[in-house]
């Protein structure tokens, strides 16, 4: 992904982030109060096989609704900074080496729909802060690493 990051696929609304041939792939969004710019609302690199740490850069884009980075040879952890984004949607980090445990601040994700963590080696619990995460529909977990019971604030996850 290179040039001027929200200009034509990026900004076209007839392209979405599913659409295979686009992949990596970056969504912009031109509508917020400060209609002077354009932000980063998604981002796909999917299956491309990039390996290494996530780049800290990733937990500045605020305004990033959809993240999938599955099935890659990323590692390292989730930072707290992931409480970052409050606006994501659909976060998706499936089958990767992602370890550590998974970041309270998770819970901070209240807009979340969608977590995909499976075929990880996180360590630990899911946090109980997961239940502050209200509008949570799909959560996948197998063969994440993750150990232990499930937070009773999952009773709060009607969704």
């Given amino acids: 992904i290179s040039g001027e990051l929200c200009s ?3 900004i076209d609304d007839s392209i979405t982030i599913d659409d295979k041939p686009y992949n990596p792939f970056i969504k912009c969004g031109c509508n917020f109060a400060d209609s002077s710019f354009c932000r ?5 690199v999917y299956a491309v096989d990039v390996a290494g740490p996530i780049p800290p ?6 305004y990033l609704t959809n993240l999938n980075l599955a099935q890659n040879y990323l590692t390292g952890s ?4 992931v409480g970052n984004l409050t606006r994501m949607e659909w976060m998706t980090f499936g089958i990767n080496a992602l370890s550590g445990p998974v970041p309270k601040e998770i819970g ?10 499976s075929s990880n080696n996180f360590s630990g619990s899911l946090p109980e802060e997961i239940g502050s995460c ?3 529909q799909q959560i996948y ?3 994440s690493g993750l150990t232990g019971r499930i937070p009773s604030s999952f009773a709060n996850l009607v969704d």
Avoid: F, V
């Fill in 8 to 10: 034509g696929a990026a």
């Fill in 40 to 44: 980063i609302t998604a981002l796909k």
């Fill in 57 to 62: 850069q990733l937990w500045t884009l605020i």
């Fill in 78 to 81: 989730l930072p707290p900074a």
């Fill in 108 to 117: 901070l994700l209240t807009n979340l729909k969608l977590l995909a963590i």
């Fill in 134 to 136: 209200t509008k949570l």
């Fill in 141 to 143: 977990i197998d063969s």
